[in-house]
């Protein structure tokens, strides 16, 4: 008979799996027409939601497959340092996967509500939010 756990663990790296694949077509697409229209502030924010997206979904494919080998395998030990240093990557994805929704929410604030200052608007001001968005994802969970 086969084990839930196993089951559950599969559907999971189906599912990530898929999630991984429509993330390396989309930074594809993305990257080829980013290349064209530097000037193009929300392909960038676009951009960065998926780089942080396909970044969480790589992680969680690789715990997916140690949980898999984990379950068929229960005499192995797959704990450690390294199922805690993959754990915080993880929680620094989400959390800069969040930081990316809220700097989309922020970039339309400044085109719709500050349309008249046009260095809000800015690819360099982008940029700065990006660093800014990454350096605060993994500072906030030391």
């Known amino acids: 008979m086969i084990n839930i756990l196993v089951v559950f ?3 999971g790296l189906c599912f990530y799996s898929l999630t991984f694949l429509a993330c390396i077509i989309m930074i594809v697409l993305i990257s080829i027409r980013i290349r064209v229209l530097k000037s193009n502030v929300s392909m960038l924010l676009i951009y960065n939601t998926y780089l942080t ?3 969480f979904a790589t992680i969680m494919l690789l715990m997916y497959a140690y949980n ?3 379950n068929l395998n229960p005499s192995i030990w797959l704990g450690g340092r390294w199922c805690q240093i993959r754990t915080y990557f993880v929680h620094v994805c989400l959390c800069a996967l969040y930081y990316s929704f809220i700097l989309q929410a922020i970039f ?3 085109r719709i ?3 008249q200052y046009k260095i809000l608007q800015s690819f360099s001001v ?3 939010g ?3 968005q990454w ?3 993994f500072c906030r969970l030391c």
């Open 9 to 11: 663990g599969g559907v």
């Open 53 to 55: 997206l396909f970044l």
């Open 68 to 70: 898999e080998h984990g």
């Open 108 to 110: 339309r604030l400044f």
């Open 113 to 115: 509500v500050f349309y």
């Open 126 to 128: 982008c940029i700065l």
């Open 130 to 132: 990006i660093i800014i």
């Open 135 to 137: 350096i605060f994802a």
